[in-house]
Every structure is written in C-alpha cells, then in structure tokens.
C-alpha cells in the first residue's frame, strides 16, 4: 500500500509522539546526562493487569494440546447424532457432532485461560473446571458463550463430579485440598448488584478484587485471582482433605461422593450436608481415578501404585485388587451393570477387566499415556497426552464377547506380579492394532526461541516441525519443516538488540505472549525497519503501542459503532468523555474526540481474522477470561480489560519508561588530530544508529583547514558547545553558512569500540551489547579517514579508475568527471 493510505496513520504517530514531548515523556535525542543524583520517585509502583494474547493455528477447528477429559451427549431424538465434548491443555473445549465415521467440530468453547482439566454433563449444562482456579458452566447446545464462571478454589481445579439422576448437582476438587458441593440451578441465578464502594479502586491496581483474596497463578504469571464467589451463593464444602485431590465420583441420586488424592485414601462423604461418612486405606501411593456404581455400593479406584481396587462401601473394605498395569493408573471406566472396567494410564495400554473372574485383556498399546475415557454405545473414546482422540470397538453392551478373541490374562493380587510378568516377557498382545477412527489434532510447540528482533520467534513441535513466527502479526511467515532446531536457530541470529518487551510460554501447546506494563513499551524500532511506505527516516515505533492497536482495532471500531448508535438513539450525540464518565473511579480520562477518531493498523501489526488470536486478561468481577479478538463486542471496558491497555490505544499515551537511553562516551582516536566540541558523557536512545553519531561528530567539527592538509598539532579550532544536540535533527553539513569551498564536503568519519569499527546501521544498543560487553558506560572513539582509505572505498563501489601519479579520475553519480589530489581532501578539477 502506498504513503497516502498511511498518511493519516502516521501523522497520528507523530502527533503521539509530539504529545507526549510536550508533556516530558519523550526526551531529546541526545542530551547531557545531568550530574545530580537520582530525584526519580522512590515509591513502588503498582503492579497493573497482565494482557496476553494467544496465537492459533490456521486450523481451529482442532485441538493442539492433549486431551484431558471427555464427555457424551447422546441424542435426544433417535435420528439424531450423538455429540462428543473434548476438554484440552489448550485451554479450549470443542463439540465434536458424531456419525458411524466421521466428527464434525461444531463449536469451540473458549473462556478458560489455562488447562481444561476436566468436564461433566449436568442436566441441561456442560461443567467444566480448569488450572485457572474456576469452573465455567455452558449450555452444551448453544454457540458456545459462558454462563458462569465459579470462583471458590485457591489452586487448580482437577476434578468433577455429577449426579446423572439429580442434574443440578456437581462436586468439584482441586490442588487447594478443598472440595465444593454445587447446587447449578442456584448458581445460575443473577447476580445481586451490590456494589461496596471500597472494593471498587484498591491501591493494588486490581478494581473490585480484595488484596486479601489475590493469588498468583505460577510464578512466570502475574495474573491474581478472585478467591471468593460470586455474591449471592456459596457452595456446599466438604471439609477434612489435608492434600491435592486429583478423583471425584458420585451415585445417580447424588447422596454418595468419594474423593482421593496425594493422601492415598478414599473419603466417603454425604454431599447433601458435605458431612464426612468414613476413610478407606489400602492403596500405597496417590489415587487418580474413582468409579461409583449406580447404587453407590460399590467403588473402584485406580492408583499410582499400579492396582485398581474394588471397595464395597458397605463392608467398608476393599474386596478384590487387581493388578492389570505395569504404571499408574490414570483412568477409569465401566460398563452400566458395574461388571467389567476399562482402564488406561501412563503404561500407555487401554485393558478390560472382568471384576468376577478377574480375567483380563489388552485391548490397545500406543506411544502415549491415557487420560480418560468415555463409552458410546459398543465404542469407546480415549483421550491421550496426544491431541487426538481415538475411537475403538468395546462391546460396552457386552464385554464379555471381547474375550471370545483370546489372549486374555489373570489379574494378580499384588502390583508386582504384573511387572514381574512385563520383565519376563509375557506380556499380552494387544487387540486392536490401531483405532477403528481418530479425530485428530494438530502438533503443539514444544520449544521456543525469541530472536533478537524481538518480532520473530522460531518454534519446534511435537511432530519435530520447526517455524518462524511474527508475534506481531500472529502468523508462520516460513516453515522450515523437520530440521535441526538448533542449527536454523544459529543460521536466523542476527546481531541487534532489542529490549524485552514481553514474556511467552507455551503451556497450551500454541504461543502466549504476555504484556505488562510499563516494560511492554519499551522496545521501538525506526519505521523504515518495518517497511512502513511513506514513513519519515527518524519515525520511531513502539512495538507494543501498534501490537495492542492491532489487537484491539475490531473492539475499538465496535465500541464506536455502539457509541454512536446509543447517542442516535437517545436523539444527540455523546462525546468520549461522556462515555468514560458512565464507568465509576475511571482511571481513563478521554482526549476530546479521541475515540471517534479512526486508526489504520501499520501493515507489520495486522492480525489475520481467519485463524485471529484470543485475548487473555483477568476481569474484575468475571474472573481471568479468553476470547478471540473478532469476538469482543465493544463492551468490555476497564472491568474487562486493563486499563493502560485501553488508554495506550484509544489516547495514544504511554506510561512514563525506564532504560529507554544508553549513556556513552565519545573520543577521538589514540593520535588523531580531529577534536570535537562536546566533552564529557552523551546519552541517546537505545536504538539510534551509529550513522547518527557520525553526523554528530562532523556537526561538533570545526574545520579551519583542509582535513588532510592540516597541522598535527590538532589546531583546528573549536567553537562553542550548544549544551544540548539532536541528533535526529543534523542535516548536511554542507548547508552550514560561511563555510568555505572545500569545506562542504562531507568528511568521512569511522566510529570504534573496542578498536573495531562499526557499521553505520548498528544500534547503540546492539554495540553495547555485542561489542563493548561491560556494565560500565559504552565507550565510542572516532577517526578521520585517510584519502587513501577512502579512495579505497570508492574503488570497492566501481566508481574510480587511476590517472597515473598521485591524481585519480572520478565518476561521481551524476557522471561528470572529477580529478582527485591523493594529498588532499578537496576536489582539484571537475569536468
């Protein structure tokens, strides 16, 4: 696109930063560092909201982390399909509508900002629970927008529960040793308003959240969480769990709840009153799956120790072990009559097991450990480690006739038995040799490298597949398929550097980058690095400013749109103050007419609305949510988003920075003759180019003779020092009034550090960082060159042939002929 298009854009970024001049934001170029000490203010500030955002594949229609919990929906009309819901570590749930072969992604559920550890069908509501600490209730029939979001727990929620008979009741459990009781009908009920005015703004920077009921979710993320629940209801609690609870399992009725974790016991509790019943020991390492029959009699549990036990609640005993795994056992599943289970864990092999007989089989061996399963009909679901999921034949109907095939096995009492059997080579063939149907996924990145342009970000996945993405955009500009991560990593370094101006991870298999302010804002770049058509030579742009311009641009032109269409309704018209003034303790305050004022994003900060990537922040009454950036609807103001976020893209304002300069000293060469007039140390911003300080060197060169000519006994006058210089401001050197002839031809000046000379397009930043390599101030000395030099130079561009003697012929590039005195710096004749 050309200049005109950018035109308004860019006088937007000039009058931004010509604002934020004027307001002592923005230092000048290159000034005098000031010999006082520091009078900065020694107050702390406070910390402000994080804002991630999430890159997502081009396909998003499939998972890219593995799969944690499944749950089925069977149809409710007999032509019908049945749906499959699949809750993933990347941090989404997706609607799968199922035929005989085939799975259509019908919707993708996205509200949970970190794993999805688990999922139940309540009634006429899907459950789900995550690492972020909540749970979130969806209607599992609709387009896939949240109804609510649980906050009770103080750690991640790992586990669910629900009563199929008594809908309205869901238990869950998590790494905070709780476990709560839900009524969901009460839970969905509206939320009372009641407002208490001193939670409203708190010195923490967290509107209506008590400092008291924050928690850090890792500590690589700063984003807190609301501990207590929404006002008006509180769950039952079931208190005596000293540890982690990783399995929950409830009857029909929902009178009997059992739980287990780190404690390597079983409770038994009367989820009606969060009562305790009793405790069951006999397993010897953490429990990680629990089953209740129907009649709540009857339970199994699998462990980490290897076994699955049966327990007979009643007896209040275990009645039968069986050891099937060589591993941990993850997962459980059983047929409705409660008489034959289905299990899977980190031996990577899906068994059945008759509990009567004890006889039992290996159904299915893969490369990855199983999470769980979900029986449809005469199938079974798995969910692995993978991102795909997996369809086998189970004869849930009857099992019994999958033993018909032989090579079934006696379950022994103690776990060793069976690894004893594994160790000397009896291990059962499996089955099935692959799934009758997969639903697949798609690799998730594994490894990351941020390159030193702080755009670029090289990335290996699970498939071994390495690409290059700009961060800035949200799109793979080049894959380099199955090579060597390490040597493309060496092949893309470029020497420059850039300041750290966000944080990343891959946790969810996809890239989140992580903004806080104000260390977001501090990494600019000139304009014509970015290949900005029409932009001036010295335009700086802060990458972080245009990536939430780029984020935000369809929130920001929706808000307008609602804005406008609210003042048309109301019969005039609403300025942008007025509309800041509806939101109470505002920290915003609105340039007139700043948010109807539209903005082009720059071409390197526009992200693609086909695969868009999902904003990430912690609301301040809704908890942390997720959204894609084409989803947010203009109504999410400073109780949704940050609110720097906010006043950075519709004010243009920055927060005050810090480490934007670099310091240095700048002197002349061991023997040269040249002096400048600025003495003393210099400071400049990170990003100016050493090409700038030449300029600066030749604008604080007095020159009385001709360069080569000179005496060496350094006389060749200096002036008076202007205090302050500009670098960005120095023009040509021959414009300067009263200089003489010879004299308006620019010299050529090299700069060193560390007695290498540097390129004129490095960053004082890059020298400092790649050169000078110490933590005192970058030292910068300057020479002039000589003639010879510099003939040399223009030999090397084909410019220059040699006329005999100590003169040489010129073509200079508007093709007139020029004689050079190899003795002197001046021009002898020009044809």
């Known amino acids: 696109m050309g200049a005109p298009f950018y035109g308004q854009r860019l006088a937007n970024v000039a009058v931004t930063e010509a604002r934020q001049s004027a307001s002592g934001k923005l230092e000048a170029a290159m000034h005098r560092v000031a010999s006082a000490g520091n009078t900065s203010n020694s107050t702390r500030p406070r910390k402000e909201k994080r804002l991630t955002y999430v890159l997502n594949d081009a396909d998003d229609t499939k998972h890219c ?30 609607r799968w509508a199922l035929s005989d072969n085939d799975a259509t992604c019908s919707a993708t559920f996205e509200s949970h900002v ?7 069908l309540a009634g006429n509501n899907l459950v789900s629970c995550s690492s972020d600490t909540t749970l979130k209730i969806w209607n599992p029939l609709s387009d896939a927008v949240c109804s609510r979001t649980l906050r009770q727990h103080s750690d991640y929620v790992t586990c669910l529960a629900a009563a199929e008979k008594n809908s309205n009741i869901v238990a869950s459990g998590g790494l905070g040793a709780e476990v709560f009781i839900w009524d969901i009908d009460a839970a969905l009920l509206p939320l009372a308003k009641t407002v208490d005015p001193k939670e409203e703004e708190l010195p923490n920077g967290n509107l209506g959240l008590p400092l008291s ?71 010897a390492d953490n429990i990680r799956a629990l089953l209740l029959d129907s009649t709540g009699r009857f339970c199994l549990s699998g462990s980490s120790d290897s076994m699955i036990r049966l327990w007979d609640l009643g007896q209040q005993r275990c009645v039968h072990s069986y050891a099937v795994h060589t591993d941990s056992v993850w997962a459980l599943a059983s047929n409705s009559t409660f008489t034959h289970v289905y299990s899977g864990g980190r031996d990577l092999s899906l068994y059945l097991t008759d509990l009567s007989t004890r006889e039992s089989l290996l159904l299915y061996t893969k490369e990855h450990p199983i999470l769980q399963m979900a029986l449809q009909d005469d199938s079974i679901w798995v969910a692995t480690t993978d991102s795909s999921v997996h369809r086998l034949p189970a004869e849930g109907c009857n099992p019994q006739k999958v033993f018909e095939r032989g090579g079934s ?64 955009r949200g799109v793979v500009i080049e894959d380099y398929g199955k090579v060597s991560f390490d040597e493309k990593k060496e092949e893309l ?30 990494a600019e770049m000139y304009a014509v690095d970015l290949n900005i058509t029409g932009a001036p030579e010295d335009l700086k742009i802060n990458l972080a400013q245009e990536t939430l311009r780029g984020l935000l641009v369809h929130w920001a032109a929706k808000r307008r749109q609602r804005s406008g269409s609210q003042a048309s309704s109301n019969g005039n018209v609403a300025s942008s103050n007025d509309v800041t003034r509806n939101l109470p303790h505002s920290k915003i305050e609105m340039d007139d007419g700043a948010e109807n004022n539209t903005f082009v994003v720059l071409p390197s900060f526009e992200f693609a609305t086909d695969s868009p990537p999902s904003i990430v922040t912690e609301g301040s009454h809704g908890g942390p949510w997720r959204k894609k950036i084409t989803d947010l609807d203009g109504t999410e103001d400073e109780k949704d988003l940050p609110w720097w976020c906010m006043d950075c893209v519709l004010n243009g304002r920055l927060p005050p920075r810090e480490n934007t300069k670099c310091s240095f000293h700048l002197q002349a060469c061991e023997g040269s003759s040249v002096q400048i007039l600025t003495q003393g140390k210099l400071s400049a911003p990170r990003i100016l180019r050493i090409n700038k300080v030449i300029n600066y060197v030749i604008e604080k060169m007095v020159l009385d003779k001709p360069l080569d000519g000179g005496s060496s006994d350094g006389a060749s006058g200096l002036g008076s020092s202007t205090g302050q210089s500009q670098l960005s401001t120095l023009g040509d050197v021959s414009l300067r009034p009263g200089m003489k002839p010879w004299q308006k031809m620019k010299p050529s000046i090299e700069i060193l550090c560390n007695n290498q000379v540097l390129s004129p397009e490095m960053s004082l930043a890059t020298v400092r960082t790649y050169i000078w390599k110490k933590p005192e101030d970058l030292v910068l000395n300057y020479r002039l060159l000589s003639s010879l030099l510099r003939l040399s130079h223009i030999v090397k561009r084909g410019m220059l042939g040699w006329s005999g003697g100590s003169c040489c012929w010129m073509r200079d590039t508007d093709s007139s002929m020029r004689l050079w005195v190899c003795g002197r710096a001046d021009i002898a004749a020009a044809l």
């Open 493 to 522: 370094f470029e020497m420059v550097s850039i300041p750290a101006w966000f944080a990343m991870d891959t946790r969810l298999g996809s890239l989140s980058i992580h903004m806080d302010t104000p260390q977001c804002f501090s």
């Open 65 to 94: 982390g593995g799969i944690n919990c499944l749950a089925i929906l069977n149809s409710a009309t007999p032509n019908g399909c049945d749906n499959l819901f699949t809750g993933s570590r990347d941090g989404t749930l997706k």
């Open 114 to 120: 970190d794993w999805v550890n688990d999922a139940v």
């Open 213 to 283: 009921s924050l928690r850090g979710m890792n500590t690589g993320n700063n984003m807190s969480f609301h501990n207590n629940q929404s006002r008006g209801y509180s769950p039952i609690v079931a208190k005596g769990h000293k540890e982690s609870v990783y399995a929950l399992a409830m009857n029909d009725s929902g009178t009997l709840l059992v739980s287990g974790g780190t404690e390597k016991v079983i409770r038994v509790w009367d989820p009606r009153t969060g009562s305790k019943n009793l405790k069951l020991r006999g397993h």
């Open 409 to 472: 096995f006696l379950a022994g009492n103690l776990s060793f038995t069976r690894a004893r059997a594994s160790l000397e080579g009896s291990a059962p063939v499996p089955v099935y040799k692959e799934p009758s149907f997969t639903i697949p996924g798609i690799p998730g990145i594994v490894q990351y490298e941020i390159l030193n342009n702080r755009r670029h970000v090289l990335t290996k996945d699970t498939s071994g597949s390495v690409k290059l993405w700009e961060i800035t």
